[in-house]
């Protein structure tokens, strides 16, 4: 068997190992005579399974006492409408930096449910090239709370600082963080925000999984009229079982966080290899004539690296000859063309190093 390099933005590459414990796991776990797949989510080895996932994601974040970890269904895509369901039972509006694609779906799902919502910043006017800087964020009086993508996974536009979210009066809202694609990816300091969520299909394990990590103090302020299901209290208080979960991808997950405990050394050793991946794919297309990637310096996506080609006619070529190198989908989204190399945690550097290599031999043979 074959395993090639899988550079897609979601669902995205998971660890070898991880895919190996689970192939030797997924008849018999543990020699229970099941898999886990057919397992009770009531079963005490299910609840072992869900209780080890959380503390290990509590440990590898440093997740403070005082903020629920939820692992819910639904997408990311769904937390555009759980998020204002659950932060606008007190009144106030949703305020919004919008820096792409998926920051501005986010915006117009809260605007559809609720009919107004406020742009405290954005990149349009720079054509989503750098993110808006600090001191250019101007909340509404009544911000409920201030979101924000972290990363944006199509565009592969990233944050370099964690917002401070202050309305004019000096009075602090809760900063609210679509984390999807850049979890995990190094440390980070949870405190600093009142809810981040992710969906599971780049750096936490298969799709059908989100994550959602909400302070305490935040549980109590959801609308009367939310569906019961987006309700982060009472998924807190179920355990995040109020129905059946995503079982499996929850049990995957937490096989991700013991490979990034044990044998990655935790998220600071993972920060230092993800930091060496990007800068040299950035290297390699800012020393070529033939590639070239539109994003400030300070802004370019670690997770994503998106690039053009001068002449789009070597577009196919290019993806036909990566494909037959064993290169994996490097088609940039449909909404913007070129190129894209999702570099998550579980891409090794070696793909990075064999694409580097393809890349500059494919301008050799194409200048």
């Known amino acids: 068997m074959t395993r090639h390099y899988n550079f897609c933005a979601g669902p995205a590459a998971l660890p070898t190992t991880v895919l190996e414990r689970a192939r030797d796991e997924l008849l018999d776990y543990q020699g229970r005579g099941l898999s886990v797949m057919e ?12 209780e080890k996932a959380e503390a290990d994601l509590r440990e590898l974040l440093a997740i403070p006492a005082n903020y629920q970890v939820l692992f ?31 920051g501005k779906k986010a915006l117009a799902e809260a605007r559809h449910l609720f009919g107004d919502a406020h742009v405290a910043a954005s990149s349009e006017a720079n054509g989503h090239h750098a993110v808006p800087r600090q001191e250019d964020i101007v909340l509404s009086d009544d911000a409920a709370y201030l979101h924000y993508t972290a990363n944006e996974t199509i565009g592969g536009l990233e944050f370099d600082y964690i917002p401070e979210v202050r309305r004019l009066d000096g009075s602090e809202a809760p900063l609210v963080c679509d984390m999807s694609s850049s979890i995990l990816s190094g440390p980070l300091d949870v405190s600093r925000f009142g809810v981040i969520y992710a969906g599971a299909q780049k750096n936490i394990g298969p799709a059908g999984l989100v994550v959602v990590i909400v302070r305490d103090d ?4 959801a609308r009367a009229d939310m569906p019961s299901l987006f309700g982060y209290q009472a ?4 355990g995040s079982m109020i129905n059946t979960p995503a079982t499996y991808s929850w049990y995957l997950a937490g096989l991700v966080f013991e490979w990034l405990k044990d ?44 690039f053009v080609l ?45 694409l580097i290599a393809f890349m500059a031999d494919f301008e050799k043979r194409k200048a």
């Open 39 to 50: 397992m009770s989510h009531r079963a005490p080895e299910y609840v072992a399974i869900a």
């Open 72 to 102: 819910t269904q639904g997408g990311a895509t769904q937390q555009f409408a759980a998020v204002p369901y659950n932060l606008l039972g007190a009144g106030g509006r949703a305020n919004f930096l919008t820096t792409g694609i998926w």
């Open 218 to 221: 935040l549980l109590d302020r």
């Open 235 to 238: 998924l807190a208080e179920a």
């Open 263 to 306: 044998d990655v050394g935790g998220l600071a050793a993972m920060d230092a290899i993800n930091a060496r991946k990007a800068r040299k794919l950035y290297a390699a297309i800012d020393e070529s004539a033939l590639y070239s990637n539109p994003i400030d310096l300070r802004n370019r996506s670690r997770m994503n690296v998106p």
């Open 310 to 354: 001068a002449d789009e006619r070597l577009d196919k070529p290019f993806l036909a000859e990566a494909e037959a190198a064993g290169l994996l989908n490097l088609k940039g989204h449909r909404s913007v063309g070129g190129m894209r190399a999702s570099l998550y945690n579980a891409v090794p550097e070696a793909a990075v190093d064999a």
